[in-house]
């Protein structure tokens, strides 16, 4: 959140900079844009005891069903590294004398239809947003476990596979001038329910460490464009 405010009170001073007359900017009815945002994601719960924080990216195409009311079509890219010190943690807390030597990044990519709705002031267009779609994921592990003093290699292992999930969050247009550009930054939760549950390393004492539930906040900046 501390990054998100920035981006609103440097995006509204930008604007201002324009003038109030700026003729009709508003998105009419049947319209089509595209937006292009980029920004951190946060692991939430289970999933942040074992990942960093990471990097998220977002491309949507929005269709104006009314003034107020856009349908869309999105594509974004999560990138997650594992962090070996919560992991390490993890196995102690498990008994086990072990520390954690392993590069696993996790990656997901959603392929999404959603729902924007906007209020309109003069230059500041706040929007609630939800979508609901497909999450690919991969994951890669390899590395080692050292275990009282003994070293032992992980399998290298690729994980690939595909789940339904959804998203909702809180963002704003704030336009640019009167051609049809607006600076869009948003906030997002995401959830991803792994029912059947992907273990991320078996322990040397047989104990499967993974995560079931994949939730994380995004924090994205952009662009917006749509076409007159």
Do not use: C
């Amino acid at each position: 959140m501390k990054i998100f405010l920035p981006l609103l009170l440097l995006a509204g001073l930008a604007t201002s900079a324009h003038g109030q007359d700026e003729g009709d900017i508003s998105p009419k009815q049947g319209r089509i844009g595209i937006s292009v945002k980029a920004g951190p994601a946060f692991p939430l719960v289970d999933f942040s005891d074992l990942f960093t924080t990471g990097f998220t990216g977002f491309v949507d195409v929005p269709y104006n069903l009314t003034e107020d009311l856009q349908v869309y079509l999105g594509l974004g890219f999560s990138h997650f590294t594992l962090d070996n010190a919560k992991l390490t943690n993890h196995l102690k807390e498990l008994g086990e004398n072990t520390t954690a030597n392993i590069d696993a990044p996790y990656q997901l990519i959603p392929l999404v239809l959603g729902l924007n709705y906007s209020y309109r002031y003069a230059h500041f267009w706040p929007y609630f947003t939800m979508s609901l779609g497909m999450y690919f994921q991969k994951l890669e592990t390899s590395g080692s476990l050292t275990t009282n003093g003994v070293t032992t290699p992980v399998v290298s292992n690729t994980q690939a596979w595909s789940q339904d999930a959804f998203a909702v969050g809180i963002g704003s247009l704030i336009p640019i001038g009167n051609e049809g550009w607006a600076i869009d930054v948003n906030a997002k939760y995401n959830t991803v329910v792994d029912y059947k549950g992907r273990v991320l390393i078996t322990t040397t004492g047989g104990s499967n460490i993974g995560s079931q539930a994949i939730r994380y906040v995004s924090l994205l900046g952009g662009l917006s464009y749509t076409f007159r």
